[in-house]
């Protein structure tokens, strides 16, 4: 099972893009969803992920305050609104759902289902 992301491409310092991702069809059932990112040379890491029971968020410390997450459970989508975006936020950007609930949703654990991956790049 594949998540279909999108919304990538390239933005000057300082901009905002938003990044969309569905999960195959309103009848799969998902539980957390997130987002990651893998900049070239480094590991993969979390950026922000939403849960499915009350909306509750979780953010990396470097994207707090500029990055917004949320989802719409009806339609099985999460989205990531990146705002005053930095070269640093340059990376591929990966969305991911949970089968089910885990307790490490908020330190990005416990993800399932991934997307392919949308190219973020942030000129200077």
Known sequence: VQLQASGGGLVQAGGSLRLSCAAPGRA?????????????????????????????????????????????????????????????DTAVYYCAASKQYNSGWRAGRGYDYWGQGTQVTVSS
């Not at 990396?60 to 500029?66: I, L, T, Y």
């Not at 719409?72 to 990531?80: G, I, P, R």
């Open 28 to 88: 799969f059932s998902v539980d957390a969803m997130g987002w990651f990112r893998r900049a070239p040379g480094k590991e993969r890491e979390f950026v922000a992920a939403v849960s499915r029971r009350g909306g509750g968020t979780s953010y990396a410390d470097s994207v707090k305050g500029r990055f917004t997450i949320s989802r719409d459970n009806a339609k099985n989508t999460v989205s990531l609104q990146m705002n005053s975006l930095k070269p640093e």
